[in-house]
């Protein structure tokens, strides 16, 4: 086995995602659409103007669970990483401690 | 009026509310939002891509992690950028419906009439105008009003349902993650096009069909309309009621069309020799040569826009309509008629030699207002040969004229529909294009004046029976045309003699009053020849009385008419030429 990381960019990577994901939140579509229904009286799209909202609404939702599921493996790969170099050093340093 | 759209309907009402710059403004917003999505893509991406902080199988797994989130922000720009086109369009089909009822509202407006909010027209009570012929007149435009009025109304709330229908649509499937087809450019069309209304004539009547048309066109976007060019040709040349410069664009791709089909055609028959084939192979030359001279004709650059209105390669001969100028905006439009044996590889360039000078002559007596003139072939008329081959198609028989008739009818009433401003609109018909000039007359339409000459005979006696407007009708018909003296034997009435006609001079004395017994002096000793038109076929010669009538009602001045006068009733009562020249021997006038 072979790797190499620098867990410090992986939390920053955690930091975007996490910023991308409050940028999704503030998107609004199904409020974009929301002067459709003044703008088309009588209109079957007025009318139904809800159900668009809430499909949107579902859409976004499932983008942000993406999103939030990989900002959540990339921390808790960075915390693992951290845990492994940890104890690996803590293991190190233990054998090393009776030659002092 | 409303319109059925799913379990809903749109009213004039709600059409008349709508706010198509909201849309606008909607799919604007949508856009930006696409854009944000975009950057956001962008930026996983450069994340992720930034530096090779991370190798390993678990940095592999994640890489397809981030592939996922990266393609599902993708397909979500592509989802929002499907809501705002869709929006987007819905905005342009909806002015396009406002603008149908606001022309609906125009036309009721200039005919003193008024459309309330449920799409119901209401005429003003007319003040009596004295005269039946001119009652009848007026009941005919109320016809015409009422039946543009109908038809922009029921299209602006038909297009008004679908788009509503469509753009519902578009907005759930595209939150439900729909996205545009791999390739469409930003400008791709989200919503269905709206289907034509069928193109076929009324049997009777005002023409509705052509009004629908006309309403068809107006309701879709610009970019709809390319596309209909585009993609149906076939739904927009032959259309009446659609913008001449766009049926020319179709009608170029429908020229092309045909002559690869005659070209093809005429290679197959002249290779197979076989002498059982002969009429098949003039057939297909004569069809190449219509072909030919259409190209011909709307390749002149002598300064007169040519505009191709119809090419019909499935008839027996070529059908083709060809506009001398700008048909869509020119103060009077001119549709010519022509008669026996009229074909478009013969006669087209002919005719449009001819109408190049009568136009310059019509413009200059129009006084700066610009006259377009229509060669409408529109028709397969009835060649010689028929006269011993064919009952249906015979000369003698009126079947093709009052079969016809419709076709003529609804061009001139599809120039109105198509137009911003109306026209003053005159037909000029030849021979037995006369004959179906006049049942196209018995038809309510667009039509303000109709000149006659050598007209075999019309169907009704009486200008009042017709659908023309009273002094409208314009009889010509010179000396020693047979045709015009004695055609209505088959034909019915003489057109000399309907009532209410005008007959108009088509000869000329040298010196006025000079009468016609010049007993044993050839007629052209005492006949002003450069004036005068002799025979069948010398109406439209420049110089003569009868060209220069056409040109006055052409440009709309009826008031430069030349009248017939007593020496010409005298001088042109003759019996039959029967081919010989009427001025070169004496004849005792009765």
């Known amino acids: 086995m072979r790797y190499d990381v620098d867990t410090a960019a992986l939390r920053d990577d955690v930091s975007t995602i996490d910023e991308v994901l409050v940028r999704v939140q503030r998107l609004g579509i199904a409020d974009e659409l929301t002067p459709l229904a003044a703008a088309l009286p009588g209109s079957r799209c007025g009318a139904a103007l809800r159900d668009v909202a809430a499909a949107w609404t579902a859409r976004l939702a499932g983008t942000r669970w993406e999103l939030k599921e990989l900002g959540r493996s990339l921390a808790a790969a960075a915390d693992t990483y951290d845990a492994v170099e940890r104890a690996a050093r803590q293991s190190v340093e233990r054998s090393f401690g009776g030659l002092r | 009026m409303t319109v059925a759209g799913g379990s809903l309907t749109l009213s004039v009402r709600d059409i008349r509310a709508s706010r198509p710059q909201s849309l606008v403004a909607v799919s604007r917003a949508l856009e930006d939002r696409r854009r944000r999505v975009v950057v956001l893509a962008e930026l996983v991406l450069w994340r992720r891509a930034a530096a090779p902080r ?15 989130v990266v393609a599902g922000l993708g397909r979500l720009a592509a989802s929002i950028a499907v809501a705002g086109q869709a929006v987007g369009q819905a905005a342009g089909r909806l002015e396009a419906a ?23 027209l209401f005429l003003p009570v007319r003040a009596s105008l004295g005269h039946p012929a001119l009652e009848a007149h007026r009941a005919r435009l109320d016809e015409l009003l009422r039946a543009e009025v109908h038809a922009c109304l029921a299209q602006a709330c038909r297009a008004a349902a679908e788009t509503d229908d469509e753009l519902l649509r578009a907005l759930l499937s595209s939150a439900r993650g729909a996205t545009l087809a791999a390739g469409a450019g930003g400008g791709a069309v989200v919503l269905a096009a709206l289907a034509p209304p069928p193109i076929a004539s009324a049997a009777g009547g005002v023409s509705a069909q052509v009004f629908a048309s006309a309403a068809w066109w107006r309701s879709m ?79 002149r650059r ?3 826009e040519r505009l191709l ?13 060809v506009a001398l100028g700008d048909v869509d905006r020119a103060a009077h439009v001119v549709t010519f008629v022509g ?40 028709y397969d008329a009835p060649q010689v040969h028929e006269i011993v081959s064919s009952i249906d198609r015979n000369v003698l028989n009126a079947k093709l004229a009052r079969d016809n008739a419709g076709a003529l009818a609804d061009f001139a009433t599809g ?7 109306p026209a003053h609109q005159t037909v000029w018909a030849h021979s037995y294009g006369a004959t179906l000039a006049g049942f196209a007359s018995l038809r309510t339409s667009a039509v303000d004046d109709v000149a006659v000459f050598g007209a075999p005979g019309l169907p009704f006696s009486d200008v009042s029976r017709s659908a023309l407007k009273p002094g409208s009708l314009n009889v010509l018909g010179a000396v020693g045309d047979d045709v015009f003296n004695y055609g209505w034997m088959v034909h019915g009435t003489p057109a000399a003699e309907v009532a209410g006609a005008t007959r108009l001079s088509t000869f000329a004395l040298k010196q006025a009053g000079s009468g016609c017994n010049h007993w044993l002096h050839p007629r052209s000793e005492y006949v002003d020849v450069g004036r005068t038109s002799v025979g069948h076929s010398d109406y439209l010669r420049a110089g003569t009385d009868s060209a220069r009538n056409l040109v006055v009602i052409a440009a709309g001045r009826p008031d430069l008419r030349v009248f017939q006068g007593a020496d010409e009733r005298a001088c042109t009562t003759t019996g039959p030429s029967l081919g010989t020249d009427p001025m070169s021997w004496p004849r005792l006038v009765p």
């Open chain 2, 415 to 421: 120039i109105e529909a198509a137009r911003d401003r």
């Open chain 2, 221 to 299: 976007t610009d970019q709809e309309r390319r596309r209909a060019i585009r993609d149906h040709p076939e739904w927009v040349g032959p259309r009446d009621g659609v913008p001449a410069t766009a049926r020319h664009e179709a009608n170029l791709v429908l020229l092309a069309r045909a002559e690869e089909v005659a070209w093809t055609r005429a290679r197959e028959t002249r290779r197979s020799g076989w002498v059982g084939n002969a009429a098949e192979r003039t057939r297909a030359d004569e069809h190449v040569a219509a072909l030919q001279a259409l190209r011909d004709v709307l390749a």
């Open chain 2, 339 to 378: 008669g026996l044996s009229t074909m478009v590889g013969t006669d087209l360039r002919r005719y449009d030699d001819t109408f190049v000078r009568m136009r310059s002559e019509a413009r200059s007596v129009a006084a700066g207002q610009d006259v377009a003139i229509v060669t409408w072939m529109g």
């Open chain 2, 309 to 321: 209105l119809l090419i019909d390669p499935s008839a027996l001969d070529v059908k083709a309509v």
């Open chain 2, 54 to 68: 991370w190798s390993g199988a678990a940095s592999s797994a994640a890489a397809d992690r981030y592939a996922v």
């Open chain 2, 98 to 120: 406002i603008d149908l009822v606001h022309r609906a509202d125009r036309r009721a407006v200039d005919e003193g009439a008024w459309i309330d909010d449920d799409g119901r």
């Open chain 2, 302 to 304: 002598d300064g007169g």
